[in-house]
């Protein structure tokens, strides 16, 4: 297993809520990338964190937003729950720089907006 | 932005025989290509990755291969076994940012 670490494991919510997600990179590690994974799909990129800034976003609205902390640990906020939102959310660490490109992935966290 | 297909979505084999997966993307500018296996309920996890000036890599039963005129890279998995029954999912990224997945295949290895 990978030393990224995921919190909670499990979440429901009703719609309009908030939700904060975290990851705890792995050692070492300073770059974070966040995916939402609906079921039966890939995992869609949401964004990257580089050094405590937000360094690439994919198609994801506003009211998914991120936070990098100096030990490199991450959150993911999300505003204004919709019944879509439901997925499991992972993060990945890697060092940014090239060849230790690797992303490694952390176990996710199941969120169930209802 | 990048768009990465993948096929076959789901692939049957008999134990012993050779899968193989294939995927295409889109940006030309793309050079960096893992494939990760996740199982149920489990993470993803990188079984091996290919970066843009490297044609095929080999790690024991797992191979890729990457056309870049083409624009297309596959997984081979020699002598198959019931533990490499999961789901495989290829992905493409500039420089390790905004990686893209493919939909994933589902590999079902009969014993």
């Known amino acids: 297993e990978t030393g990224v670490t995921q919190s909670p494991t499990h979440l429901i919510k009703t719609r309009g809520q908030q939700v904060t997600l975290r990851c705890s990179s792995q050692s070492g590690h300073n770059t974070v990338s966040w995916y939402q994974q609906a079921l039966g799909q890939g995992p869609q990129f949401i964004f990257q964190y580089y050094r405590e800034e937000e360094n690439g976003r994919g198609n994801f609205p506003p009211r998914f937003s991120g936070l990098q902390f100096p030990n490199y640990s991450s959150e993911l906020n999300v505003n204004a729950l919709e019944l879509d939102d439901s997925a499991l959310y992972l993060c990945a660490s890697s060092l940014a720089a090239a060849p230790q490109e690797t992303q490694y992935f952390g176990p996710g966290t199941r969120l169930l907006v209802l | 932005g990048e768009n990465v297909e993948q096929h076959p979505s789901t692939l049957s084999v008999q134990e012993g025989d050779s899968a193989v997966i294939k995927c295409t993307y889109s940006?030309?500018?793309?050079?960096?290509f893992p494939w990760y296996k996740q199982e149920l309920g489990k993470r993803p996890q990188l079984i091996i990755d290919?970066?843009?000036?490297?044609g095929e890599k080999k790690d024991q039963r797992i191979a890729v291969t990457l056309n870049k005129t083409a624009k297309h890279f596959s997984l081979h998995i020699t002598e198959t076994q019931p533990e490499d029954s999961a789901v495989y999912f290829c992905a493409a990224s500039i420089d390790n940012n905004d990686m893209r997945f493919g939909a994933g295949t589902r590999l079902t290895v009969k014993p």
């Open positions: 290919i970066r843009s000036n490297v």
């Open positions: 940006d030309s500018a793309s050079n960096y």
